[in-house]
Structures are given as structure tokens and as C-alpha cells.
């Protein structure tokens, strides 16, 4: 079977199951199982283009997502008037001492260059000076900030704009922070690489939760404007009432209905232009070097590459990608919880994507988003029935039944172990291999 009839067949078992779950639950749940697969398959690409293209091992999906997370708060919730009148004037100001603090440390590595330990001594010096100054100015906006109604606000907000350009900023600020991380890390070896992202995510996910003054922390963010139409509206509207009444549905059903086919056309916009320029990327002449670099670091070095300002720029671009889905999932949620960034459990999930649907083959990482995502959905209500029907004949008060009945809620964890081990062993390139002729 050819490459491209393996993908049409593959992707269309997958339509298949997402009409079966329409058909056998509910359409709206069909929905929602979609626009997550979406996402999940955005990010996928962007942990395919790091891993698939060059080789690297990133260990921090979670905090690049947050970053595209908080960012969409930001850019959409409008501001807290109070907020800023009661220490908005402190948080710019410790803004620019550490825009200070960043010059000064450049202007001292470059007067010193020669003289390493009064550098040292200097720069130190001047780093615990700039802190200092640093917490004088933002410990007492902060509390200000978070004693203006702590209950519904105690934040500053953001800047009241469309949550939609949220989704391209997110992808500058993540490329931001990964080309900070990127320039500290990837000149580690690969396992400390992988050590090094975890870390360094776990710390971006820590500071949401904290900094109450940014995003609420553990209050969360809720009701973030939307870029759809919102269910009340298409519930009050004659026209809709209609087509209701026409096709012999309840009103709250279509609204809903139409509310997730909105996400879901903005969504695969969105994933199709960063599949097309995650293909286009691969069979350039760049494309062809990343691959080079990831199969042979020792030949490229010697054919003259630099390998990690190439590592760099792959780096940068996948998390920008992951960002963007960040980003698309906070609009979806419609609510910005720092608390389900939850790294080890959702990256290791995002890794899986990947692998089963064949890493370094950019469809195939598509197809490794709905498959797992849809599974790891699925997985649990099926348990649930199952163990229902396995202990039918079990007395209610036998602890095996109750046992057999609450462990189904961990079917999912052992479906995707299996899924993994199975992918393993019997095809290890994934769903969708790696094409060697691009």
C-alpha cells in the first residue's frame, strides 16, 4: 500500500470514529472530541518539528502551552482599572529595572572582557544590587494589586483585544522564552536537555500558580471572551429556531452544535497553514540539512554547519508552534487554570502522539494527535461499561467489584502504555513513517 492511500485510509477510520461517537453519545461530544484532536495535533507538529527535524528532546511542552495560555489572557481580558491605579506604576517600574539590570550586565561582560575575575565579582555585585532593587519596587505593587477584590479580580488584567491575535502573539512570546532556554541549554547533551526543559517548565508553570498578580494564579482566569458566537445568542434567535424546528432538534442542542463547528473551522485554520509551512520547512534545502544534522551531528560539523544555531532555530520554531495551541486551548477552555498544566503527565502524552503517528513525518504526527487524544477521551466511559459488564454478576458488597469498578477510571493510563508497547515492538516508525525521499 502506498504512503498517501495508508493516509487516506487512516484518517478516514478516524472520521469514521468520530461519526460513531455522534451517532452512539451525542454529536456535541463528537464536537468537542474533534476541536481537542485539533490541538492536539497542532502541538504534536510543533514537538515533530523539534524532535522529527533535529533530534531534540524537549521535556517542557507544558510550560511553552502555559506560556501560550497566559498570553491569551492577557492580550483579551480587559484591564482591572483598580488594579493598575493601585500598583501598576510599581510592576512597570520593576519591568524596567530588569531591563536595567539585563544592559548593565552586557555593558560589564563587554568593558571586562579580559579580566574574568573582577567580572565576575562585578557582575555579581551589580546582579545582587539590581535584585535588591527589583523586590523594593515589586513587593509592595504586588500587594496592592492583589488586595483589589481578591475574590473576582486581583490581577491587572490584560488589554481588552480580540482573543484570536492571542494565537500569533503566543507564538512570539514562546519563541521567545525557548530562544532564552535555547541559548542556556542546547548546548547540553541530550538527556540533560531533556532534564533541563523539565525544569525550566516546571518553574514557568510554578510562577502562573504564584504570581496571583499576573493571571489570578490558582483563582483562575474565567469567562475569556470568545471569537464565536456564544449558545444564549443562537438560542434567542428566530432563525435558529427555525432550522431547529426544521431539522427536529432541540434549540440547545444546535447552539451548541454550532458553537464547537465555529472552533472547529477556526482550529483547522489554523492547523493547516502550520502543517503547510512544517512541509514546506522540511523538503527545503534547510529541511534537508536538519535531517543531515540529526542523523550525523560529527559529519555536519565537518561538512561546516553550526550545529547549535541550527539546534536553535528548530528549537525556537517548535515551541512557537506548541504556544499557538497553548493558546488554542485557553480560548477553546474559555478559562486559564495554571493547575491542569500538569508536565510529566501531558507531555509524556504529546510524546506519544508523536511516536505512534511516526515521528519525523509531519501527517503522521496529525494523525497521532486525533488517535491518542480520541483514545485517551474514549477510553474511560468504555472501561466504565465494560466493568459494569464484568461485575453484573458480582454481588453489590464484594470488594472485588467495587475494586474492578473505581480502577476503571485508570484504563486510559493503561490503554496508552499498551498503545506505546504495541507501537514499539511491532512499528516502531508509527502509523505514518518517515518518507526518505523528501
Known amino acids: 500500500m502506498s504512503d498517501s492511500m495508508r493516509s487516506v485510509l487512516a484518517f478516514g477510520i478516524m472520521a469514521l470514529l468520530l461519526v460513531a461517537v455522534g451517532v452512539i453519545q451525542s454529536w456535541s461530544l463528537s464536537l468537542t472530541i474533534l476541536n481537542l484532536c485539533i490541538i492536539s495535533a497542532v502541538m504534536s507538529l510543533g514537538v515533530n518539528i523539534q524532535w522529527g527535524f533535529a533530534g531534540l528532546f524537549n521535556a517542557g511542552i507544558m510550560g511553552f502551552a502555559a506560556l501560550g495560555g497566559v498570553t491569551a489572557v492577557i492580550l483579551s481580558v480587559s484591564p482591572v482599572g483598580a488594579a493598575w491605579s493601585a500598583g501598576g506604576f510599581g510592576i512597570v517600574g520593576a519591568f524596567f529595572v530588569v531591563l536595567a539590570a539585563v544592559a548593565g550586565v552586557i555593558m560589564v561582560q563587554r568593558y571586562f572582557h579580559d579580566q574574568s575575575r573582577s567580572r565576575l565579582l562585578i557582575t555579581t555585585a551589580f546582579l545582587l544590587f539590581a535584585f535588591i532593587i527589583y523586590r523594593m519596587v515589586l513587593d509592595p505593587a504586588v500587594e496592592a494589586i492583589e488586595a483589589v477584590e481578591p475574590a473576582k479580580t ?101 447552539s451548541s452544535i454550532i458553537v464547537k463547528l465555529s472552533y472547529t473551522c477556526l482550529f483547522l485554520i489554523v492547523l493547516v497553514i502550520v502543517f503547510l509551512l512544517a512541509e514546506r520547512a522540511v523538503r527545503s534545502p534547510w529541511g534537508r540539512m536538519m535531517r543531515a544534522i540529526r542523523d550525523n551531528e560529527v559529519s555536519s560539523s565537518a561538512m561546516g554547519k553550526n550545529i547549535t544555531a541550527r539546534h536553535l532555530q528548530v528549537f525556537v520554531l517548535g515551541s512557537a508552534v506548541i504556544g499557538i495551541a497553548g493558546a488554542m486551548l485557553t480560548t477553546l477552555d474559555g478559562q486559564f487554570t495554571p493547575g491542569s498544566y500538569q508536565p510529566l503527565r501531558f507531555t509524556f502524552l504529546i510524546w506519544i502522539m508523536v511516536i505512534v503517528g511516526g515521528s519525523g513525518n509531519n501527517l503522521g504526527s496529525i494523525l497521532g494527535g486525533f488517535v491518542v487524544w480520541f483514545i485517551w477521551i474514549e477510553a474511560e466511559p468504555i472501561g466504565q461499561q465494560v466493568m459494569n459488564l464484568i461485575t453484573s454478576n458480582m454481588a453489590d458488597g464484594s470488594a472485588i467489584k467495587a475494586q474492578l469498578v473505581e480502577s476503571a477510571s485508570h484504563i486510559r493510563l493503561i490503554m496508552m502504555g499498551v498503545i506505546l508497547l504495541l507501537v514499539l515492538r511491532f512499528r516502531p516508525q508509527g502509523m505514518l513513517p518517515e518518507s526518505r525521499s523528501q
Open 154 to 254: 486581583g490581577f491587572l488584567g490584560g488589554f481588552g483585544l480580540p482573543i484570536v491575535l492571542s494565537w500569533g502573539v503566543a507564538a512570539f512570546v514562546a519563541a521567545g522564552v525557548a530562544w532564552i532556554i535555547g541559548k542556556i541549554a542546547l548546548g547540553l547533551r541530550s538527556d540533560y536537555l531533556a532534564i533541563a526543559t523539565l525544569g525550566i517548565s516546571e518553574i514557568i508553570v510554578s510562577v502562573l500558580k504564584n504570581e496571583d498578580w499576573l493571571t489570578r494564579g490558582v483563582k483562575n482566569v474565567n469567562g475569556l471572551p470568545r471569537p464565536v458566537p456564544y449558545e444564549i445568542d443562537i438560542q434567542e434567535s428566530e432563525f435558529y429556531r427555525d432550522i431547529a424546528t426544521s431539522i427536529g432538534i432541540p434549540i440547545v442542542d444546535l
